[in-house]
């Protein structure tokens, strides 16, 4: 049926899910299948395994535990059962994503520290190793690689080598680059990242995955058990043992994401590398050219997400040039940042440069249609 039926192209410019491949789609569409069954059992270990080979993860000493749900599932994973008694949790914080791990220690009421920084500029690397010196008692170190809130690159792998240093382990959020910005889970510094199957990989929502350091999971079996269906520890175990979930698999996104690996290897990292950073450039080109502000200096930006500052324009609605591009078939998002009204476009998915230039024709001729003056008015 597949090669006939074609279905409208959606270009989300939002952060995830994001614009997927027509052979994607309708990977999903299969016989109806029991995840008990043998057959269905046996796709799961090569899909286990390439997501480790996209972060260049030896498999000997790291591996990768599915859980079903969306992205922020990994993160309460992750800050749950990685927390050794009597120790701490230092989340090194400058924005949106970093701030839900900080929620996800108050809930669980774990001790923790939030060392938080402008969102507009990387972590002090030097107030982090004096948080560290003052604070022996840190066990866990959390922070997010693209903060998908601004766009801002964080520097992991230099917190995480300040993390080793104090032999604390150090869990990153990677939800907004893996399978696209090139991540090397050792040399990177990276005990454990994550990711879901809607962002990067171009599959749909409802499969997360951890990437880690098996000896840390092991370990961690010793760990206060915090939560009984987002435990590490439990989910990795229960993999190992029988090669299933251990609760019901979301079934058909698994289909579709053993698709979007096929294409991920087909395309290559590298190109594919290649085609986001078409994209963001285009989109950055498209912004200047308008007269847009940006939040994040272009040196500091993780080449994925554009977060672009309000005009001081009295006929400005994003709501209406939302709408009006929506309708058009493209998606534009708010920001996520308390202090400035900022909205967001993002380079994630199955499109290219062209979907850009089509793209800017329409947010053109929505600013022209509602008098949004350009170049883009600001007051200071
Ligand atoms: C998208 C994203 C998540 C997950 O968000 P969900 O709404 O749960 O899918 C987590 N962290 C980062 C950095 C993200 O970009």
Redesign the pocket.
């Known amino acids: 049926m597949s090669e006939n039926m074609s279905i409208k192209r959606n270009i989300l410019l939002n952060?995830?899910p994001s614009t997927t491949t027509d052979s994607v789609k309708y990977a999903q569409v299969v016989p109806d299948i029991c995840p008990r069954e043998k057959e269905f059992g046996g796709l799961m270990k090569g899909l286990r395994e390439d997501l480790v080979k996209i972060v260049h993860g030896d498999l000997e000493k790291y591996t990768s535990v599915l859980f079903c749900?969306?992205?922020?599932?990994?993160?309460d994973v992750c800050i749950n059962s990685l927390l050794p008694e009597g120790k701490k949790v230092l989340i090194v914080n400058n924005g949106a994503?970093s701030t839900?791990a900080v929620e996800v220690c108050e809930y669980y009421g774990l001790p923790h520290i939030n060392l938080t920084f402008p969102v507009d500029e990387r972590p002090d690397l030097e107030v982090v190793e004096k948080t560290f010196k003052e604070n022996p008692d840190i066990g866990l170190v959390h922070t997010?690689?693209?903060?998908?809130g601004t766009g801002i690159l964080n520097p992991i792998r230099e917190i995480g080598e300040i993390a080793h240093r104090y032999g604390a382990t150090f869990t990153v959020?990677?939800?907004?680059t893996y399978a696209m910005r090139p991540i090397n889970i050792e040399e990177d510094n990276i005990d454990f990242l994550m990711a879901?199957a809607?962002?990067g990989l171009m599959a749909f929502?409802g499969l997360?995955f951890v990437v880690g350091n098996r000896a840390i999971i092991e370990e961690s079996a010793n760990y206060p058990k915090r939560s009984y269906y987002c435990n590490l520890y439990m989910q990795y175990d229960f993999f190992e043992r029988t090669g299933e979930m251990h609760f019901t698999p979301p079934v058909q996104t698994i289909y579709a994401t053993i698709q979007a690996l096929k294409e991920y290897w087909a395309e290559g990292e590298e190109a594919k590398w290649a085609r986001h950073t078409r994209v963001f450039n285009a989109i950055n080109a498209g912004l200047d050219e308008l007269g847009f502000k940006q939040v994040i200096k272009p040196e500091e930006r993780a080449g994925l997400v554009s977060s672009a500052i309000y005009p001081d324009d009295p006929n400005w609605d994003f709501e209406k040039v939302h709408d009006y591009c929506y309708e058009r078939g493209f998606t534009i998002y708010p920001g996520k940042i308390s202090t400035t009204n900022t909205f967001r476009l993002c380079a994630l998915g199955a499109i290219d440069e062209d979907d850009i230039k089509e793209f800017f024709k329409v947010f053109r001729a929505a600013l022209d249609e509602y008098k949004v003056q350009v170049p883009i008015v600001y007051n200071k």
Do not use: L, V
């Open positions: 952060p995830g749900g969306s992205g922020t599932i990994n993160i994503y839900r997010t690689h693209n903060e998908t959020d990677t939800t907004s879901s809607q962002k929502t997360s």
